[in-house]
């Protein structure tokens, strides 16, 4: 009606408004054939004996879950030799991730990230309430751990260590991370996000369970998405000193973990050495990937993941376009460069063909 004044519209919180979008790797249209390398998923599906429990969990999805998933957090803490208050299950560790932050920051506080890293932490930092602050990687798309320590204020509550890095693949060294630790403030939590932990061969970099024992101000984030090969069922964690455990605890989604979820969890841990040989035959991919590109001139950074990275810079879209043209969906991050996650050797060897094609006509 003329004159008539539009009423006012429900806010958004700004730092919601202008959250960038999570991009997630491209999918195989239906109908349509290509290999999956956008995602840093599994390329080997469930275990036949995961499958089963998975079924049989099924029959009981009229029951909510255990609210704490009881039976996964005591065989994880038995597994790891921990505490079983010291551990957190959630929805992926990316939902954990949220929890963390949530427990320990707010409006006005600074969480210092590396960048580039893994797309979901600007977005779980400003979803707290918190102020990230990108500090860039340095040599070989390494983290450059002594210029976070310099970064960290007054006002940081929490620095996240992405390690290996997603999406360029290099992990932090034992040396390196206690040089960072030293120099960090103990009341500022240290977040080692370890999702790829499992496929990690160079003997410098350390394990996080051992760290965590000496230092009360670090958490690890693992998950049962890559190694295990449960991406789809949504399962991770957080360790940590059972005070922080708590808050964590307190934070999280009330009954997060499916049933089915965890059981499946459970069923990967029992089934887990049958599942590390998988990890071996996927890092041996890795292997084969890397030498392939570097006998063919690229230069690429070292991976302790199961993705590696092409630096292209402005050519990254370009290049994820002739890519899928020739049936391999990787994962383009405009403007940087390329993460191509390691999956079935047909895969590596047509990856390997657009990359050779590439070093003939492009680069
Ligand atoms: C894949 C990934 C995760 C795990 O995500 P889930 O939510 O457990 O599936 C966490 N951190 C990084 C850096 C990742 O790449």
Not at 21 to 42: C, T
Not at 51 to 73: F, G, S, W
Not at 110 to 131: D, L, M, N
Request: charged content about 20%; hydrophobic content about 50%; aromatic content about 6%.
């Amino acid at each position: 009606m003329l004159g008539r004044v539009t009423p006012p519209r429900v806010p958004l919180r700004p730092a919601v408004a202008d959250l960038p979008a999570y991009v997630p790797g491209a999918r195989v249209p239906v109908g349509a054939a290509a290999y999956k390398l956008s995602s840093n998923e599994n390329p080997f599906p469930p275990l036949p004996s995961v499958l089963a429990v998975i079924d049989d969990a099924a029959a009981d999805l009229n029951r909510y879950p255990d609210m704490y998933a009881t039976e996964l957090t005591e065989a994880l803490a038995a597994r790891l030799d921990l505490d079983p208050a010291g551990v957190v299950a959630g929805t992926g560790s990316v939902a954990v991730l949220g929890h963390v932050l949530s427990a320990v920051c707010g409006a006005g506080d600074e969480v210092v990230i590396p960048w580039r890293s893994f797309e979901a932490y600007p977005i779980a930092v400003a979803v707290a309430g918190a102020t990230a602050v990108p500090v860039p990687l340095g040599q070989d798309s390494r983290l450059d751990l002594p210029a976070m320590a310099k970064a960290v204020t007054r006002r940081t509550r929490a620095v996240l260590v992405c390690t290996p890095n997603n999406p360029t693949g290099p992990a932090v060294r034992s040396d390196e991370l206690e040089a960072f630790l030293d120099a960090v403030p103990s009341d500022v939590l240290v977040v080692l996000d370890e999702a790829y932990v499992e496929f990690v061969r160079d003997p410098r970099v350390p394990d996080g369970l051992a760290v965590l024992r000496d230092r009360r101000n670090v958490v690890l984030l693992r998950t049962f998405s890559k190694a295990y090969g449960l991406a789809g069922l949504r399962v991770g964690y957080a360790v940590a000193r059972p005070r922080l455990a708590a808050g964590i605890r307190a934070v999280a989604t009330p009954f997060g973990v499916s049933h089915v979820a965890q059981r499946a969890a459970v069923a990967s841990l029992a089934a887990e050495r049958e599942l590390l040989e998988r990890v071996d035959a996927i890092v041996e991919e890795r292997t084969r990937l890397l030498t392939g590109l570097r006998a063919q001139g690229w230069t690429v950074p070292d991976s302790e993941a199961n993705f590696v990275w092409l630096p292209l810079g402005p050519r990254a879209a370009d290049f994820a376009a002739d890519a899928a043209a020739a049936g391999v969906l990787v994962r383009p991050f405009p403007g940087d460069g390329v993460r191509v996650s390691v999956g079935e050797p047909e895969a590596t060897d047509l990856l390997l063909g657009v990359t050779a094609e590439w070093r003939h006509t492009r680069v």
